[in-house]
């Protein structure tokens, strides 16, 4: 068995590695370091480019202007409503109206509702108040502890235009609703 060191073909190699490496040793001393004073140099003065006995105008380019559409915090929109119904079937809470220039886009929707007598609730919407709006049907699910308190808690892509009130239309069937208390989250979108 050969040692390593005395393979030729090693011997090769690390000879002309350290032949390489001693020669940019010594081009490396041959160069000026990069700053070899503390003195701060001045910067040399431009001289404008003179076409036909014009001088060139230089302009320095400025930034463009730029708008941010997909940035989270912008226009962000959350908002939480309550209605203490207890008169009828039906409970109703409104949310603000989308202002003028504006579209509001919800997308995500959590609401409580509460009805005393058990599997008394019919269905949840989430619609517009002018009723023109698609109505989008909300899944809930039923508390174990309170056979009367209902949850929602649904992702959403529902957009409303300038002008419309988004709403929650809770419909129950055998008796009143208590309370209604929903929280929507989304972003209103400025438009052009």
């Given at each position: 068995?050969?040692?390593l060191?005395?393979?030729?073909?090693?011997?090769m190699?690390?000879?002309?590695?350290a032949?390489?490496?001693?020669?940019?040793?010594a081009?490396?001393?041959e160069?000026?370091?990069?700053?070899p004073s503390?003195?701060?140099r001045?910067p040399?003065p431009?001289?404008?480019?003179?076409?036909?006995?014009?001088?060139a105008?230089?302009?320095?380019p400025?930034?463009?202007?730029v708008?941010i559409?997909?940035?989270d915090?912008?226009?962000?929109?959350k908002e939480?409503?309550?209605?203490f119904?207890?008169t009828s079937?039906?409970c109703?809470?409104?949310?603000?109206?989308?202002?003028?220039?504006?579209?509001?886009l919800?997308?995500?929707?959590s609401?409580?509702?509460h009805v005393p007598?058990?599997?008394?609730?019919?269905y949840?919407?989430?619609?517009?108040?002018?009723y023109?709006?698609?109505?989008?049907?909300?899944?809930y699910?039923r508390?174990a502890a309170?056979?009367?308190?209902?949850?929602?808690?649904s992702a959403?892509?529902?957009?409303?235009e300038?002008?419309?009130t988004?709403?929650?239309?809770?419909?129950?069937d055998?008796?009143?609703?208590d309370?209604?208390?929903?929280?929507?989250?989304?972003?209103?979108?400025?438009?052009?």
């Open positions: 068995m050969r040692s060191l005395t393979h030729p073909a090693l011997c190699t690390a000879l002309m590695c032949t390489l490496a001693s020669q940019a040793l081009q490396r001393a160069m000026p370091p990069i700053n503390a003195t701060p001045a040399a431009r001289a404008a480019a003179v076409t036909n006995g014009v001088p105008a230089t302009t320095t400025k930034a463009a202007l708008q559409v997909d940035d915090a912008h226009g962000a929109y939480g409503v309550f209605n119904c207890n079937g039906v109703i809470a409104q949310f603000s109206t989308v202002p003028a220039g504006h579209r509001r919800v997308e995500h929707l609401c409580s509702v007598t058990t599997g008394a609730l019919r949840v919407a989430f619609l517009a108040t002018s023109t709006a698609p109505r989008d049907w909300m899944p699910t508390s309170d056979a009367g308190q209902y949850f929602i808690n959403t892509l529902f957009p409303f300038a002008g419309e988004p709403m929650v239309y809770a419909d129950s055998l008796a009143p609703i309370d209604l208390t929903c929280t929507a989250t989304g972003r209103d979108i400025v438009l052009p």
